[in-house]
């Protein structure tokens, strides 16, 4: 182990503050999750304190933190393809891939280069600055590799942003998609150390905290939030973004997904949560993470225009655009288009980084407009 994957592991649920900031004040500077100043020791009192405040008094100060780093206007957007579906053997309480549910998924193998390219190309055409790629996979075979990599190098040929989530890697998986061009790597840590046991016993935290390790000092960009609605508590959600917050960097995104109860997997009846809830943990994300992209993930489809509205003004500033998530059914990309329009947002430039050397004048880039 390095001495940065050491870095990755978990803070312990109730660490007093060494920090002189106080969480109203935000850290001033440009955007990026690499920023000096920003805050890694928050305590899990501290994060429920939050959690506490009056809502008028919580949004509030999230969205005066998000001003501060980004332009409350603009929302990042990505579309997600699944590229290996179901016939998981990982027994994660909320997915509807497991193998070990009877959900009545059709499991797909994993795709060929040039389909993934063809769904690529319209993520482009439709406006998407990122192209996020799933497996249904603990973690991927070496046999596997070669194909997983000329996928990243033809969506980075589109001059797409590339991102892939494919379970658990080596470190030297990790360095092999990093030298393809692949931009992030999302891995979840989904909730709180002290609630995961109740979720997924088939992978311990600290192996997702391992693989995080492995993709930063290969030198990508790191993917990672988790799931409300599961069941937990406010202290569980205060949990999971206290590790967030608290690893040596902040995750550039962090997808805050509401959990999709999907028939036949054991999360199936679980209770709505209180949408309030789900805000305020959108809200607490942005304060904690000032600099990062707040990714508004899965569970869309649930959510009426007026909750978009206030998830963008607590401080989400990121989307999975595009009518399917993995699985299951995401807003239509026109509803979403149509509600940034009714708000005046529109959505984020890609990173200029992306842009291939000669780009294709065949895909229309909707948000360079
Ligand atoms: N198999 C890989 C893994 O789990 O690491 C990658 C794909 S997995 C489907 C990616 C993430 O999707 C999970 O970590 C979880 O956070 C999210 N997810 C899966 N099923 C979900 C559901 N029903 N509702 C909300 N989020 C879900
Ligand atoms: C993430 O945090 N949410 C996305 C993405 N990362 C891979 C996945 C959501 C999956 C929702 C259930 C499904 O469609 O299968
Ligand atoms: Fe498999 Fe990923 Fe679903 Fe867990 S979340 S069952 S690892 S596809």
Known sequence: MTESHA????????????????????????????EPGLRHDWTREEIQALFALPFNDLLFRAHSIHRAHFDPNQVQVSTLLSIKTGACPED??????????????????????????????????????????????????????????????????????????????????????????????????????EYYGDIITTRTYRDRLETLGYVRDAGMKICSGGIVGMGEDQSDRAGLLQQLANLPEHPESVPINMLVRVEGTPLADEADLDPFEFIRTIAVARILMPASHVRLSAGREEMNEQMHALAYFAGANSIFYGERLLTTPNPEANRDMA?????????????VSAAPADPDPRFYDAAAR
């Open 339 to 351: 509600l940034f329009a009714r708000l005046g947002i529109e959505p984020e430039p890609r990173a």
């Open 7 to 34: 870095a990755y592991s978990t803070t312990s649920s109730s660490t007093t503050s060494s920090s002189t900031s106080s969480p109203s004040s935000p850290s001033a500077g440009p955007a990026g999750a690499l």
């Open 92 to 193: 994660c309480a909320y997915c509807p891939q497991s193998t070990r549910f009877e959900t009545g998924l059709q499991p797909e193998e994993l795709m060929e280069v040039e389909a993934v390219l063809e769904q690529a190309r319209a993520a482009a055409a439709s406006g998407a600055t990122r192209f996020c790629m799933g497996a249904a996979w603990r973690s991927p075979k070496d046999r596997d590799m070669p194909r997983v990599l000329a996928m990243v190098r033809g969506v980075k040929s589109l001059g797409l942003e590339s991102c892939m989530t494919l379970g658990m890697l080596t470190d030297d998986q990790a360095q092999e998609l990093a030298d393809a061009g692949l931009d992030y790597y999302n891995h979840n840590l989904d909730t709180s150390p």
